[in-house]
Nanobody, 125 residues
Framework: QVQLVESGGGLVQAGGSLRLSCAASGRANSNYAMGWFRQAPGTEREFVAAISGIGGRSYYTDSVKGRFTISRDNAKNTTYLQMNSLKPEDTAVYYC??????????????????WGQGTQVTVSS
């Protein structure tokens, strides 16, 4: 079992930056796929970015390509989402998730086993 705790959300003006962190605990081997998702009020949860457990491959939804960067530090059991050039439409609760049986990039919500509690990101115009 894995526990995930997000941090780093907040209020920022359009064009600003935030770095989200997702700290994982409960499992010694951290070579599993990780992802970030977001959910705005009245909408479904959507994929944002994912990183493989081995090799550091990453994948992004089109709307954040070139602005967001996902990374991980397996020694610290922490996954990050660096968000630059933020836009009001990025406002949402951001969730990290872990796919314990997968080492490749995973983008489907059903493929993730564990989820964090979420952190609010609000971008003002």
């Amino acid at each position: 079992q894995v526990q995930l705790v997000e941090s780093g959300g907040g209020l920022v003006q359009a064009g600003g930056s935030l770095r989200l962190s997702c700290a994982a605990s409960g499992r010694a081997n951290s070579n599993y796929a990780m992802g970030w998702f977001r959910q705005a009020p009245g909408t479904e949860r959507e994929f944002v970015a994912a990183i493989s457990g081995i090799g550091g491959r990453s994948y992004y939804t089109d709307s954040v390509k070139g602005r967001f960067t996902i990374s991980r530090d397996n020694a610290k059991n922490t996954t990050y989402l660096q968000m630059n050039s933020l836009k009001p439409e990025d406002t949402a609760v951001y969730y990290c998730a872990a796919a314990l049986s997968r080492t490749s990039v995973v983008i489907g919500i059903p493929d993730y086993d564990y989820w964090g509690q979420g952190t609010q990101v609000t971008v003002s115009s």
